[in-house]
């Protein structure tokens, strides 16, 4: 005790001497040791001093030599190799201002919220061939999770149906005057659908309807009536969005489903973990690890002591996930209430850069109130229970850039690739948006022409692409909200944009959004249309290329007293649906300078009229129908040939050759 007591003691006068030094510098690594003095980066052949083994350890020595007067400036913790698990969320306060932490000369370090799982056995289940781990947490209540990862893989619970999804066939006690976002907690089955399964409160029904996602456990199954009680109330009502469609749904976590190479199921009563091996897989060797905590660093400081200067670099983190609370079956929108794995708040100045955030149960990174010129930069956030950033009301000056955000949705399938509030002066650029469920970058949280914060959001370079994927509805590749002065979206290349009911548009200004640019963007392949606005004020379409949408081009919902919008020297290129859909009654809008182009060669039409009748309104008076001459349309080169008739409108190519990151996101190992 007394020989541990002076190693202690001498790492402290060691790492004071280095604190005052030149270089403020402390090492953490697998194969350190708290009792040591964390200034040397790997031990030394006497054993005797070395690395800190933990992140927590390297926190409190900074912390006791600031406080003691004997470092000053900014302090680098550098982290060797390796997976280091949390048993709690990393926390930083104001008092660890102007701290680094970084990967020892870019190692490969993951920072977990999970827990290793080993004990596995062999065993026969549903006559197959299966492996089994007790998880004696799980058994005690104190632990259950939905994810599984096996050598770094995402593996699925199971699933019915194994692909798609079943349909409600009705539902019960709902007039047809249900309000739509009156839920439910109850419906009829179609024969064989939903039975008196094991352990059935453990066993999800997932329904899938509107823009959103509901997740519910089963409370009680009638077999012989066909009605199944759920534990939680939808929160909308059970139907495909406004319609009388009855909704859709999957059921997850069905123990007599376990069937498929590759998935897994968690007995919680009996605490007993059952993986179903793929085809090939040495079980024996692999690592399964599922996650433990909801957030797995959380830099929290206060309104009149911020923390300042916190950056994360060349860091790996994994393993999160966030339960519903009892009541609630998920969100009314964008998945907003569910948390990121890294989070901030009340910070100033903080980045996470060239990182990864993975094998994750929801958002990866949160700005909450009391941010302020935080950047997230060159990262990987993939393989996304959720979705990528968020950047809450109370905050500002935000930066997103040089990301790859894509792979989301996995259990909160209504979360966005970046989700903006009430936040104004913020940046999302040259980032590449991909697989998504819902909408890629959503920008303001108020509906309709109240009081928005939502202002000066510049969007521009981004590459988003394959948002909604045909699972949801209401959705765009850029979604907005509520006015929004000086916001602008621009050099965005958004194509493949897919919705399940209807809604799958590029750029969609949805309920009040207005004082909005929107110029220089090229908008292909989506379900429903390259622009819709749904209803605003004043807002600014010019210079983009809308082509390919299946449906309609351009979409106006709602008819106002005021401006809509102006739009201007676009080109609108199409071979299927029609130019213009929804209401058009009115003339609250102006469009001129524009170029129309069926390449089908089919006359073009305005809802209904034609070009003669459409000019008379006051529409397109110097608008031209006549092909573009793209440099290659069926290839999505949407360029134009020298001898354009858009030039003689005063409308430019629009060069997408710098969209999404300029540099390979993620760290370098």
């Known amino acids: 005790m007394i020989l541990e007591r002076l190693a202690m003691l001498c790492g402290a006068l060691v790492l004071m001497s280095v604190g005052t030094g030149s270089c403020n510098r402390c090492y953490v690594a697998k194969n350190g040791s708290d009792s040591w003095s964390g200034t040397l980066s790997e031990p030394n052949k006497a054993g005797t001093d070395g690395p800190f083994a933990t992140l927590e350890r390297a926190r409190d020595a900074v912390r006791e030599l600031r406080r003691n007067g004997k470092i000053k400036g900014p302090v680098t913790i550098a982290i060797r190799k390796g997976t280091y698990y949390l048993d709690k969320p990393f926390e930083l306060t104001h008092e660890d201002s102007d701290l680094t932490f970084t990967a020892f000369n ?24 299966m492996i089994a781990a007790a998880v004696p947490e799980v058994k005690d209540g104190k632990w259950a999770f939905t994810q599984l990862f096996v050598n770094g893989r995402r593996k699925p619970r199971t699933r ?39 352990n059935l409160s453990d066993v999800d029904v997932v329904v899938l309807h509107f ?99 916190v950056h994360f670099r060349g860091l790996k983190f994994a393993h999160a996930e966030y339960p519903l609370p009892p009541d609630k079956a998920g969100c009314a929108q964008a998945a907003y209430a569910v948390p990121g794995a890294v989070y901030f708040e009340h910070a100033v100045g903080c980045t996470v850069s060239e990182c990864m955030v993975s094998q994750i149960g929801n958002y990866a990174v949160e700005f909450q109130k009391g941010c302020k010129d935080c950047v997230v930069e060159k990262c990987r956030m993939i393989d996304l229970g959720a979705g990528g950033v968020k950047i809450n009301w109370g905050s500002e000056k935000t930066t997103v850039q040089d990301c790859e955000i894509g792979d989301g949705g996995k259990i909160f399938m209504s979360a966005v690739g970046v989700w903006i509030s009430q936040s104004a002066n913020n940046k999302v650029a040259h980032n590449e948006i991909h697989d998504l469920n819902y909408t890629g970058v959503s920008v303001g949280w108020s509906w309709g022409y109240g009081k928005s914060d939502a202002k000066g959001n510049i969007i521009e370079h981004n590459h988003i692409h394959h948002v909604g994927r045909g699972v949801l509805s209401d959705l765009g590749g850029i979604y907005t909200l509520g006015i929004q002065p000086g916001t602008v979206l621009r050099n965005n290349l958004i194509h493949d944009c897919a919705a399940y009911w209807y809604g799958g548009w590029g750029i969609y200004t949805d309920e009040g959004s207005s004082h909005i640019l929107i110029e220089n963007n090229v908008v292909y392949n989506t379900t429903h249309g390259g622009f819709h606005q749904h209803y605003g004020k004043e807002n600014i379409v010019r210079n983009n290329v809308f082509a390919f949408a299946k449906y309609h081009q351009l979409q106006r919902s709602r008819p106002e007293e005021h401006q809509s919008f102006t739009f201007e020297r676009n080109i609108v290129y199409y071979e299927k649906g029609v130019l213009l859909g929804s209401n058009w009654s009115d003339d609250h809008f102006t469009m001129d300078y524009n170029i129309y182009w069926d390449a089908s060669g089919r006359p073009v039409t305005f809802a209904g009229a034609s070009f003669e009748e459409w000019r008379k309104r006051g529409h397109d008076v110097h608008s031209l129908i006549a092909d573009p001459k793209f440099v290659d349309a069926k290839k999505f080169d949407f360029r134009l040939k020298p001898d354009s008739p858009a030039f003689g409108l005063g409308i430019k190519s629009v060069d997408t050759s710098q969209v999404g990151p300029r540099c390979k996101p993620g760290p370098t190992n």
Request: glycine residues 8%; charged residues 30%.
């Open 211 to 309: 823009w959103i996602e509901e997740r519910m456990p089963i409370k009680s199954v009638d077999e012989s009536s066909r009605v199944v009680e759920l534990a939680k109330k939808s929160t909308f009502r059970l139907t495909e969005a406004h319609s009388d469609v009855c909704a859709r749904y999957f059921i997850e976590n069905v123990f007599e489903a376990l069937d498929t190479p590759g998935q897994w199921y968690l007995d919680r009563p009996t605490g007993t973990l059952y993986y179903y091996p793929a085809v090939g897989e040495d079980w024996k060797r692999a690592r399964f690890v599922a996650p433990v905590l909801t957030q797995i660093v959380r830099a929290v400081g206060k309104e009149n002591e911020p923390v300042k200067n």
């Open 106 to 129: 870019g190692e490969d370090v993951t920072i977990s919220g999970g827990r290793e799982i080993g004990g596995f056995s062999p065993v026969a289940v549903n006559g197959r061939k």
């Open 160 to 198: 019915l149906p194994k692909e798609g999804w079943y349909q409600i066939d009705s539902l019960i006690d709902v007039p047809e005057n249900t309000n739509w976002n009156q839920g439910q907690d109850r419906f009829r089955f179609k024969e064989g659908e939903i039975r008196q399964w094991k």
